[in-house]
C-alpha cells in the first residue's frame, strides 16, 4: 500500500504564499507529522507553484511515470490521501494525474516560467540540473557589446508595462563611460491582477540573480538593487536567503564563476506606496527620499540612481534574459506575433473559475486566456468585463475578447497590454463605480508633485459622483472628458497619464452605468450558493450581516 | 515592542540602527524599516535624531516618513489586518469584507478602542487568483469570506470555519 519500505517518496508541497494563503503550510504539516509518526516514509520539499492557482494547494508526488498532482487538498484530506495509496500516486477524487500532461499546463510555453513549482527554489543542485547557469556562462564568454546585441536581436521588451526594448536601453547604459553604473530590478508590482513578479521570486529565486548578472555584465555595472514592495514578505525573504546562497557559491561577489566580472546585489524593501513601481520614483525611493517621480529627461539609463547610468528592469524581463542567452536571441524571436517578440506571462485574476499564470507566445485573444484557461467567471454568472494592464488598464467588453494580445493591437484598441494582467469580473459589477475607482485610487496612490493627477483625480470623483447623481449630466460628462484629456496629457507620469484609461473605457463601452448607477436590486443570481455582492463604492454599503446581497 | 528601561529611550534604538545601517547608500528607509521594527511605530522623537544622524533636515525626514503609508505614527493594534480593496479583490467581493468591519464597529485606518485590532486598507497583495485576500499579522489568507475576516479581527485565525485552513 505504501512505500515506506525502500526509500521515502518525495511529495512537492508549494511554499508560494498564494498556495499558502490557502493552507499549504498545514498540509505540509499533516504530511510531515504522519513521517514523524513513522507510518509514511516522505521527503517534503516545498517547491514554487505551477501556477494552477485554483488547484492549490497542489501537492504532488514523484512516481516512475512522473509527477502526479492532487489538489486542492487540505491538512483534512491528507490522512485519507496517504491511506489511499498518495505515495504511489493512486487513485483519488482529488487525483489530478500526471501534472506535467494536464491541459492547462501542456498548452503553454513556459520560458521564464520553466522552473517555476518544478523545482526547490533554493536548491543550487536544481538550479543547475535544470538548466540554471547556462545564460550566465554563454554571457561570460562574450563581449558586454555582443550580450547587448543578442538581448536587442532577441526582440525582448520591457514586461512592466510600457514595453520597451530591453536591448536599447542597456545599449545607452553601455555607452555611458561612467566608473559606477547600476543595475535596478523594479519588483513593486502593485498593480492589482499581477503576481508574476511575485511567484517567479519566490519560486526561483536565481533566475532574476542570473538575469541582472547578466545585466551587470552587459553594461558594466558593479552594484545591483532589487527593490520589492513590502506586501511581499515571501519573496523578499526568499531573495535574501538566495542572494546569501549565491554569495557562498560565487554566483555574487568578486570573480563570478571565475570570471573577472565583480557584481554584488542588495534587496531594497518599499514602504505601501504605489507610486514607487513607476522607475523615477523608485530611483527616489532607493536613495531614501519621498517617492516622488522624476521629469524625463534625463533618463535613468543615463542620469540614473544617485545620478549614476543605471539600467531599470522588471522582475519578468530580466528573469527572461538568462533564457535568451541560453538558448539564442533566434530561438526567442521565433515565438510571438509582429513586434510583440517571445512569451508574455499572462496573469488571471478577479472572478475567475480557474486563476493563475498562462505563459504563453503572444498572439493569443483574450477570449482563449477568459474561457478556454480561465474556464468564466468564478461566481458562474456571465462575463460582463475584464481590465487589462493593471489599474490603468481599460475595462474591455466581452465583444472585444478576440482582440489578440499583442501591444501593438491593443494600443489600436485604445487599450494597454501592460504586464498581461486580466482581472476579471461577471454582471454584476458597476462600471460606473469601476470608473470611480480609477480616480479615487489615483488620488490615494498620487505622488503629488504634477498638479494634472493630484488635483485631476480629485475632481475626477467628484465628476463622475455628479453624473451618477445626474446633475447637469451632459454638461458634467463633457467635463469629465476636458479632465480626461488633461490629466493624459498634462501629467508627469503613467500614473496620472493613464489613470483617464479605464474611466474613458468603462464609459465608452458601458455609458449605461452611468445613468443613475446600475439597478443592482435587477440582477438575479444565477448561483444561490455563491452569490457576491455587486462593488458598490459610490452607494450607500448595505448594513446588515446577513447576505442579501443580489436578491430584491 | 515595548520599551523598557531608560537606557532603551528612542535616541538610543535611533543611533544604534543608524550606526548598522551606515555602510549603506541611501539608507533612509532601511532604517525605517527597522526602527519600526523595534518601536512598533516611528516616534515623532525620532525625526530629529534621524536627521542629525543622517545629516538631513527634518523636513525631509518628516517628509519621508509621511509619504509612505508602511509607517506608523502610532503603536498599531495587537492584531493588524489588511483588507485588499483593489480591483481583483472587488471582483469577488472585498467591499463585503469592507462592510464587515464596519459592521463590527471597526474604522478603516484606525485601531479600536481597547487597542486589540488595527483593520487596514490595501492595495493588491499579490494573491489575485484567490481573493478576496486579506493579510493579518503578516500572514496571507485566500478566498477570505466574513466569517473568516470575523475569526481574524477577532485574533482566532485557526478558528476553522470554511475548511481551508485548520490549526
Known amino acids: 500500500m505504501n512505500n515506506s519500505s525502500h526509500t521515502a517518496a518525495t511529495v512537492y508541497v508549494p511554499r508560494d504564499s498564494a498556495a499558502r494563503s490557502v493552507g499549504a503550510d498545514e498540509v505540509a504539516g499533516a504530511l510531515q507529522r504522519a513521517a514523524t509518526r513513522g507510518d509514511f516514509a516522505i521527503d517534503v520539499v516545498r517547491n514554487g507553484s505551477r501556477g494552477m492557482l485554483w488547484l492549490e494547494p497542489m501537492v504532488e508526488v514523484v512516481t516512475p511515470q512522473g509527477?502526479?498532482?492532487?489538489?486542492?487538498?487540505?491538512?483534512?484530506?491528507?490522512?485519507?490521501?496517504?491511506?489511499?495509496?498518495?505515495?504511489?500516486?493512486?487513485?483519488?477524487?482529488?487525483?489530478?494525474?500526471?501534472?506535467?500532461?494536464?491541459?492547462?499546463?501542456?498548452?503553454?510555453?513556459?520560458?521564464?516560467?520553466?522552473?517555476?513549482?518544478?523545482?526547490?527554489?533554493?536548491?543550487?543542485?536544481?538550479?543547475?540540473?535544470?538548466?540554471?547557469?547556462?545564460?550566465?556562462?554563454?554571457a561570460l564568454d562574450m563581449t558586454p557589446a555582443d550580450v547587448v546585441a543578442e538581448v536587442t536581436e532577441s526582440g525582448l521588451r520591457g514586461r512592466g508595462g510600457a514595453g520597451f526594448p530591453a536591448g536599447i536601453k542597456w545599449n545607452t547604459v553601455l555607452g555611458c563611460a561612467d566608473e559606477l553604473k547600476f543595475v535596478c530590478c523594479n519588483a513593486d508590482e502593485g498593480d492589482s491582477g499581477t503576481f508574476a513578479d511575485r511567484m517567479v521570486m519566490e519560486g526561483d529565486p536565481f533566475l532574476l540573480i542570473e538575469g541582472m548578472t547578466i545585466a551587470s555584465h552587459a553594461v558594466g555595472a558593479s552594484e545591483g538593487y532589487l527593490y520589492i514592495r513590502s506586501e511581499y514578505p515571501d519573496a523578499i525573504a526568499?531573495?535574501?536567503?538566495?542572494?546569501?546562497?549565491?554569495?557562498?557559491?560565487?554566483?555574487?561577489?568578486?570573480?563570478?564563476?571565475?570570471?573577472?566580472?565583480?557584481?554584488?546585489?542588495?534587496?531594497?524593501?518599499?514602504?505601501?506606496?504605489?507610486?514607487?513601481?513607476?522607475?523615477?520614483?523608485?530611483?527616489?525611493?532607493?536613495?531614501?527620499?519621498?517617492?516622488?517621480?522624476?521629469?524625463?529627461?534625463?533618463?535613468?539609463?543615463?542620469?540614473?540612481?544617485?545620478?549614476?547610468?543605471?539600467?531599470?528592469?522588471?522582475v519578468l524581463t530580466l528573469t527572461t534574459v538568462p533564457v535568451v542567452l541560453a538558448k539564442g536571441a533566434k530561438a526567442y524571436q521565433d515565438l510571438g506575433v509582429g513586434r510583440s517578440r517571445g512569451t508574455q506571462v499572462f496573469q488571471l485574476g478577479g472572478n475567475i473559475a480557474r486563476g493563475g499564470i498562462v505563459e504563453t507566445a503572444f498572439g493569443i485573444t483574450l477570449r482563449e486566456l477568459v474561457e478556454d484557461y480561465g474556464g468564466g467567471t468564478r461566481t458562474g454568472r456571465p462575463l460582463r468585463t475584464a481590465q487589462v494592464g493593471g489599474p490603468l488598464g481599460a475595462y474591455l467588453p466581452t465583444s472585444m475578447f478576440d482582440l489578440p494580445m499583442d501591444y501593438e493591437a491593443f494600443a489600436e484598441a485604445g487599450a494597454m497590454l501592460g504586464h498581461g494582467g486580466i482581472v476579471v469580473f461577471d454582471d454584476s459589477v458597476d462600471m460606473a463605480a469601476q470608473a470611480r475607482f480609477a480616480m479615487e485610487f489615483c488620488a490615494e496612490e498620487s505622488c503629488g508633485k504634477c498638479t494634472p493627477c493630484r488635483v485631476g483625480s480629485v475632481r475626477g470623483v467628484e465628476v463622475i459622483d455628479k453624473i451618477v447623481a445626474g446633475t447637469h449630466r451632459d454638461e458634467n460628462l463633457a467635463l469629465l472628458e476636458d479632465l480626461c484629456d488633461l490629466m493624459t496629457d498634462g501629467s508627469l507620469c503613467a500614473m496620472g497619464g493613464l489613470t483617464p484609461m479605464p474611466v474613458r473605457s468603462a464609459l465608452t463601452h458601458f455609458p449605461d452605468d452611468f445613468l443613475g448607477g446600475r439597478r443592482l436590486l435587477d440582477i438575479q443570481p444565477v448561483q444561490a450558493s455563491r452569490p457576491i455582492q455587486p462593488v458598490q463604492v459610490s452607494q450607500p454599503v448595505q448594513a446588515s450581516g446577513v447576505r442579501t446581497e443580489g436578491t430584491a | 515592542m515595548t520599551i523598557s528601561g531608560s537606557d532603551m529611550s528612542v535616541e538610543s534604538v535611533v543611533r544604534r540602527v543608524v550606526a548598522d545601517h551606515r555602510d549603506q547608500r541611501g539608507a533612509l528607509l532601511p532604517v525605517l524599516h527597522a526602527v519600526q521594527a523595534e518601536l512598533g511605530h516611528v516616534p515623532q522623537e525620532a525625526i530629529p535624531v534621524l536627521a542629525d544622524e543622517l545629516n538631513l533636515s527634518r523636513a525631509d525626514v518628516h517628509g519621508v516618513v509621511t509619504f509612505y503609508h508602511d509607517f506608523r505614527r502610532e503603536p498599531a493594534g495587537r492584531t493588524t489586518v489588511r483588507i485588499c480593496r483593489a480591483e481583483a479583490c472587488q471582483a469577488l467581493g472585498a467591499d463585503r469584507l469592507v462592510s464587515y468591519a464596519r459592521e463590527s464597529g471597526l474604522t478603516l485606518g484606525e485601531t479600536s478602542a481597547d487597542g486589540s485590532v488595527t483593520v487596514e486598507q490595501v492595495f493588491c497583495l499579490g494573491n489575485c487568483a484567490l481573493g478576496p485576500a486579506v493579510e493579518a499579522n503578516g500572514r496571507l489568507y485566500g478566498r477570505v469570506g466574513p466569517a473568516r475576516l470575523g475569526s481574524l479581527l477577532n485574533g482566532t485565525p485557526n478558528e476553522t470555519l470554511d475548511g481551508t485552513v485548520s490549526a
Open chain 1, 238 to 314: 526568499t531573495m535574501r536567503e538566495a542572494i546569501e546562497i549565491a554569495r557562498e557559491h560565487g554566483w555574487l561577489g568578486k570573480g563570478i564563476l571565475g570570471s573577472a566580472l565583480d557584481f554584488d546585489l542588495h534587496v531594497r524593501v518599499g514602504a505601501g506606496a504605489y507610486i514607487c513601481g513607476e522607475e523615477t520614483s523608485m530611483l527616489e525611493s532607493l536613495e531614501g527620499k519621498r517617492g516622488t517621480v522624476r521629469a524625463k529627461p534625463p533618463i535613468p539609463a543615463i542620469e540614473g540612481l544617485f545620478g549614476k547610468p543605471t539600467v531599470v528592469n522588471n
Open chain 1, 67 to 138: 509527477r502526479v498532482g492532487y489538489g486542492p487538498v487540505t491538512a483534512e484530506d491528507v490522512d485519507g490521501l496517504l491511506a489511499a495509496g498518495l505515495l504511489d500516486g493512486a487513485d483519488h477524487p482529488l487525483r489530478l494525474g500526471l501534472v506535467d500532461e494536464l491541459p492547462w499546463l501542456a498548452r503553454q510555453t513556459r520560458v521564464t516560467f520553466a522552473r517555476v513549482g518544478v523545482t526547490d527554489p533554493l536548491s543550487t543542485r536544481d538550479y543547475v540540473e535544470h538548466g540554471g547557469l547556462a545564460g550566465l556562462r554563454a
